[in-house]
């Protein structure tokens, strides 16, 4: 048991080496900031198609290389990724008449990290 217990402690002290900089110093904590959701997203029908468009702040579009566009399940909580967009706008088509169709949209920041989703929104398609 005392042999397992300086293993482990000569184990541990590796590992805290192994993690301090050229300095000796700790690593600095990691951080950083999610894109903020769209918002005011608005779902407008045709006969087989919806089209979305959503508001995002002015000063940070330069900070956004595109938006993602999600199908929401209501009944089972799932979300499906449909496609991206790099405005605020998309049109999705070839939908089915008289489905209604739920959608949350997201923004991903030049990184490539995505912020949160937007509210849901969901609308029939005109038959």
């Known amino acids: 048991m005392k042999r397992a217990a300086i293993l482990l402690s000569a184990m541990i002290m590796a590992f805290s080496i192994s993690c301090s900089n050229e300095h000796g110093e700790s690593p600095t904590a990691f951080s950083f900031e999610a894109p903020e959701a769209p918002s005011d997203l608005a779902l407008t ?5 919806m089209t979305l468009e959503w508001s995002y702040p ?5 900070g956004i290389s595109e938006f993602r566009i ?5 009944g089972y ?3 499906e ?3 991206k967009s790099t405005t605020t706008t998309f049109t999705d088509t070839k939908l089915i008449p008289n489905m209604v169709y739920c959608y949350k949209v997201s ?4 990184n ?5 989703r937007s509210e849901t929104e969901c609308e029939m398609v005109n038959p």
């Open 45 to 49: 029908p045709g006969s087989t198609q």
């Open 58 to 62: 002015a000063e940070l579009l330069p």
């Open 81 to 83: 990724l449909v496609d």
């Open 112 to 116: 490539g990290r995505e912020g949160w």
């Open 107 to 110: 923004a991903v920041d030049l």
């Open 70 to 74: 999600y199908y929401y399940y209501e």
């Open 77 to 79: 909580g799932v979300e």
